[in-house]
T-cell receptor
Framework: QKEVEQNSGPLSVPEGAIASLNCTYS??????FFWYRQYSGKSPELIMS????GDKEDGRFTAQLNKASQYVSLLIRDSQPSDSATYLC????????????FGAGTRLTVKP | DAGITQSPRHKVTETGTPVTLRCHQT?????MYWYRQDPGHGLRLIHY???????DKGEVSDGYSVSRSKTEDFLLTLESATSSQTSVYFC????????????FGPGTRLTVT
């Protein structure tokens, strides 16, 4: 079992819809969670970090964390074609906060 | 922009040759990381550094060595490149030891033929 799992997609949503991206992780002592966006041929760009159970909102993005279910998600409201990218989930554990583990990413396509 | 540059940005080399990739940062960050990214595997940590001359292994360190003689430079060396090391290599820094957020450089695409 991979440590951080994401559906590879592609996930396709129409412009203006809500895109929902999901991530599960296997290590119960994970404490820090991150979402990165990566455009084709570019480097990952941090868009959200979340550390506590519940929701965290930043503009059109909402990260949701449920540590009991070992589940973190990213919602993108009012999706735009410019949101089309691969979204990477990343997880840090408290015992090695230099060893960030990444999921393989979910490719999102927003259709005009 | 976290003030990170990587060089070269693209490189093609032959099996068995040594290769060194350079990561340079301008903002005096203590922690630096090298990752590789391959289809289906996502990003995997190769080595990291927590200060000048202080480095440690990551998940996929075999076949790689690193050096950090100055705060601003973190070098990744493939002593004898193999085709399995064909990948995109990213350098990253942590700017904040409270949030542990990592920020990435532009990447180096390495092809070993």
């Amino acid at each position: 079992q991979k440590e951080v799992e994401q559906n590879s997609g592609p996930l396709s949503v129409p412009e203006g819809a809500i895109a929902s991206l999901n991530c599960t992780y296997s290590d119960r002592v994970s404490q820090s969670f991150f979402w990165y966006r990566q455009y084709s041929g570019k480097s990952p760009e941090l868009i959200m970090s979340i550390y506590s159970n519940g929701d965290k909102e930043d503009g059109r993005f909402t990260a949701q964390l449920n540590k009991a279910s070992q589940y973190v998600s990213l919602l993108i409201r009012d999706s735009q074609p410019s949101d089309s990218a691969t979204y990477l989930c990343a997880v840090l554990t408290y015992y090695n906060n230099n060893d960030m583990r990444f999921g393989a990413g979910t490719r999102l396509t927003v259709k005009p | 922009d976290a003030g990170i540059t990587q060089s070269p940005r693209h490189k093609v080399t032959e099996t068995g040759t040594p290769v060194t990739l350079r990561c340079h940062q301008t903002e005096n960050h203590r922690y630096m990381y090298w990752y590789r990214q391959d289809p289906g595997h996502g990003l995997r940590l190769i080595h990291y550094s927590y200060g000048v001359k202080d480095t440690d292994k990551g998940e996929v360190s075999d076949g790689y060595s690193v050096s950090r003689s100055k705060t601003e430079d973190f070098l990744l060396t493939l002593e004898s490149a193999t085709s399995s090391q064909t990948s995109v290599y990213f350098c990253a820094i942590t700017s904040d030891r409270v949030s542990y957020e990592q920020y990435f450089g532009p990447g180096t695409r390495l092809t070993v033929t």
